[in-house]
């Protein structure tokens, strides 16, 4: 399975992006898929997640202005991106692993078996 991002870029503060992630290969494999984000000198950090009956979670730093969603028949994932804040630069990461049922509690990178390569979005003042 490869995943790959799409929908990085520059945006003001205040603005929208939308960041999608496609799977490629077996994609039957997948069941959750989630966002995780990273800034240089920091661990990275799952943002928003998704399991394969549609159940979502979110990172308090994102809650009420992202939303993560997801298609199966094509097997990608989006993160819509709202009032996006300067301290939302990052590169940005899909992920996705074959156990379904997923909570909250399985963020971390360890537990998660495909990856993308980051996108990066860069907010500015």
């Known amino acids: 399975v490869q995943l790959q991002a799409f929908g990085g870029g520059m945006v003001q503060s205040g603005g929208s992006l939308r960041l999608s992630c496609a799977a490629y290969?077996?994609?039957?494999?997948?069941?959750?898929m989630a966002w995780y984000r990273q800034t240089p000198g920091t661990r990275r950090e799952m943002i928003a997640q998704i399991s394969d009956e549609g159940t979502t979670y979110y990172a308090d730093s994102i809650k009420g202005r992202f939303s993560i969603s997801r298609d199966n028949a094509k097997i990608t994932v989006d993160l819509q991106m709202s009032s996006l804040e300067r301290e939302d630069t990052a590169a940005y990461y899909c992920?996705?692993?074959?156990?379904?049922?997923?909570?909250?509690?399985?963020?971390?990178?360890?537990?998660?078996?495909?990856w993308g390569h980051g996108t990066l979005v860069t907010v500015s003042s």
């Open positions: 290969g077996n994609g039957y494999r997948i069941n959750s």
């Open positions: 992920a996705a692993r074959n156990v379904p049922h997923v909570t909250w509690r399985d963020r971390d990178v360890g537990q998660w078996e495909y």
